[in-house]
């Protein structure tokens, strides 16, 4: 079966049970945390080192190449930051510790099959092994609000499943087999000259864009958002916001490009239904965010409206063909982008919260003379989520946009640029509350090393990545590339 080709996975597994077993012999946070970081620097260190590899495993079932391993170092860098970013926030569950390590290294492995998976039915396995640890951590407070936040995620994340696993049976029950390139095969090979030809296949694909947008938080299956993001624990909804959203676009490309990319009219099909979703998207969530007091909320909100931004990509994919990377590499950047701009707000939130007791935007108040690196940290990484210059979020936007222009979806563009318009008058709001507002004290918002390290790591990378673009978007086309050989 191959299993020297999933040594990242493996480690990662490894790291999990050595933290359990840490936390009942060994009870010191600190240790935890680092074997934690060990762990998944090693299995990043591994996917780094298997870079150029392409090949499958599990009766190949697994594909172990460029795109998947892009997506694993960027996962496993999530999870580093996250961890980095608990330091102080984690004494809120001081005797469950040990086990929020091990969650969050499970869900990152099964975050990572996601993305290399090649079958449907063990991207449903891989799905649930991400989605169990998530429904857990994010009542990991135990209290009201988690709680309700966790049953709410809980239930609807079943129901979402429940809608995709019908779909993949759909897809299956047309083509004969769960394998993307299989699928490819047999839709090629049926004849089929357009949408009425075959409903039970559009059926499928519809349920399937349903299934996959509740986890990437599409509109219409997006309600869960707001409550989850604001009952979860900051870091769980730091992790939900990047990690989830990356992996689930990692599966919704794979097999939306390998299985349902030909004939011409299906992937245009399912190009324009992704094109409604993503305006439906933006719109909803920038309205949405704008009377919003809580900063998590907020934040909820702008995870849907960029979510939308990201499907102006998978759009541009449906209306490109099989044969191009035009669309897809433009998603890659974005969303490695957006995982440094969101991690890092929300880092600035975990320690800005943690020295005022609250999550209300009112309560960022003169944060500018409190604590001035702080507050500019923040601002950066708004600007970036705006898509202002010199943040990674402009050249984010700017490829996926141009990538859409170029397949002549100017309407969809205008509208995602007047979103971004809409946008900035919340991410700004913020901003003023910081730099203009009078602070209620004096005193400055102190942290640990660990979060500062993060923080400092996700504000150099959206600098660093939006003055000097090349070097990530020169991995991002090649990720891109090997799913069009």
């Known amino acids: 079966m191959n299993l020297d080709l999933f040594i990242p996975e493996i480690v990662l597994a490894a790291t999990a049970v050595l933290v359990i077993l840490l936390d009942l012999f060994i009870h010191s946070s600190a240790a935890l945390r680092y074997t934690t970081v060990a762990g998944l620097l090693a299995a990043a260190g591994f996917s780094i080192a298997a870079w150029g590899t392409h090949d499958a495993a599990f009766y190949g079932m697994q594909a172990v190449d460029d795109f998947a391993l892009f997506f694993k170092i960027l996962l496993t860098g999530t999870a580093v930051i996250i961890v980095l970013a608990s330091a102080d926030y984690a004494g809120k569950f001081r005797r469950f510790q040990g086990e929020y390590y091990a969650l969050i290294l499970l869900s990152t492995i099964g975050m990572a099959l996601m993305a290399a998976t090649t079958n449907l039915i063990a991207m449903y396995v891989a799905l649930e092994l991400a989605s169990l640890g998530l429904y857990v951590l994010t009542g990991f407070l135990r209290d009201n609000k988690s709680t309700e936040a966790s049953l709410k995620y809980l239930l609807l994340g079943a129901?979402?499943?429940?809608?995709?696993?019908?779909?993949?049976?759909?897809?299956?029950?047309?083509?004969?087999?769960?394998?993307?390139?299989?699928?490819?095969?047999?839709?090629?090979?049926?004849?089929?000259?357009?949408?009425?030809?075959?409903?039970?296949?559009?059926?499928?694909?519809?349920?399937l864009i349903a299934g996959l947008g509740f986890k990437i938080a599409a509109v219409p299956f997006h309600l869960w958002v707001p409550d989850v993001y604001e009952g979860a624990p900051t870091t769980v909804t730091a992790y939900l916001s990047v990690a989830s959203k990356a992996a689930g676009f990692a599966m919704v490309i794979r097999i939306f490009h390998t299985a349902l990319?030909?004939?011409?009219?299906?992937?245009?099909?399912?190009?324009?239904?992704?094109?409604?979703?993503?305006?439906?998207?933006?719109?909803?969530?920038?309205?949405?965010?704008?009377?919003?007091?809580?900063?998590?909320?907020?934040?909820?909100?702008?995870?849907?409206?960029?979510?939308?931004?990201?499907?102006?990509?998978?759009?541009?994919?449906?209306?490109?063909?099989?044969?191009?990377?035009?669309?897809?590499?433009?998603?890659?950047?974005?969303?490695?982008?957006?995982?440094?701009?969101?991690?890092?707000?929300?880092?600035?939130?975990?320690?800005?919260?943690?020295?005022?007791?609250?999550?209300?935007?009112?309560?960022?108040?003169?944060?500018?003379?409190?604590?001035?690196?702080?507050?500019?940290?923040?601002?950066?990484?708004?600007?970036?989520?705006?898509?202002?210059?010199?943040?990674?979020?402009?050249?984010?936007?700017?490829?996926?946009?141009?990538?859409?222009?170029?397949?002549?979806?100017?309407?969809?563009?205008?509208?995602?640029?007047?979103?971004?318009?809409?946008?900035?008058?919340?991410?700004?709001?913020?901003?003023?509350?910081?730099?203009?507002?009078?602070?209620?004290?004096?005193?400055?918002?102190?942290?640990?090393?660990?979060?500062?390290?993060?923080?400092?790591?996700?504000?150099?990378?959206?600098?660093?990545?939006?003055?000097?673009?090349?070097?990530?978007?020169?991995?991002?086309?090649?990720?891109?590339?090997?799913?069009?050989?």
């Open 159 to 207: 129901t979402a499943s429940a809608v995709l696993l019908y779909g993949m049976t759909l897809v299956f029950g047309v083509t004969g087999t769960t394998e993307l390139s299989g699928i490819a095969a047999a839709i090629g090979s049926s004849g089929l000259s357009g949408v009425a030809d075959n409903p039970a296949l559009i059926a499928g694909i519809v349920m």
């Open 261 to 485: 990319a030909g004939p011409v009219w299906l992937g245009e099909t399912w190009g324009f239904i992704f094109a409604v979703v993503a305006v439906l998207g933006m719109f909803a969530g920038n309205l949405g965010a704008i009377p919003q007091r809580n900063i998590k909320r907020m934040l909820g909100y702008s995870s849907i409206a960029q979510a939308g931004y990201l499907l102006v990509g998978l759009a541009t994919l449906g209306y490109a063909g099989p044969i191009s990377t035009t669309g897809q590499s433009g998603i890659i950047f974005f969303l490695a982008a957006y995982a440094l701009t969101n991690l890092g707000a929300f880092t600035a939130v975990i320690i800005i919260s943690r020295g005022t007791g609250s999550d209300l935007i009112d309560d960022y108040a003169g944060l500018g003379r409190r604590s001035p690196l702080l507050a500019l940290a923040l601002t950066l990484c708004l600007i970036s989520l705006t898509g202002i210059p010199p943040a990674a979020g402009f050249m984010g936007k700017f490829y996926i946009f141009s990538q859409a222009l170029d397949r002549g979806l100017l309407w969809l563009v205008v509208i995602a640029a007047v979103n971004s318009v809409i946008s900035a008058y919340y991410y700004l709001r913020v901003v003023k509350v910081m730099w203009f507002n009078d602070a209620p004290s004096a005193e400055a918002i102190t942290t640990s090393l660990p979060p500062r390290i993060a923080l400092t790591l996700c504000c150099a990378g959206v600098l660093i990545f939006g003055m000097i673009p090349g070097w990530l978007m020169h991995l991002a086309e090649i990720a891109a590339n090997m799913l069009a050989l």
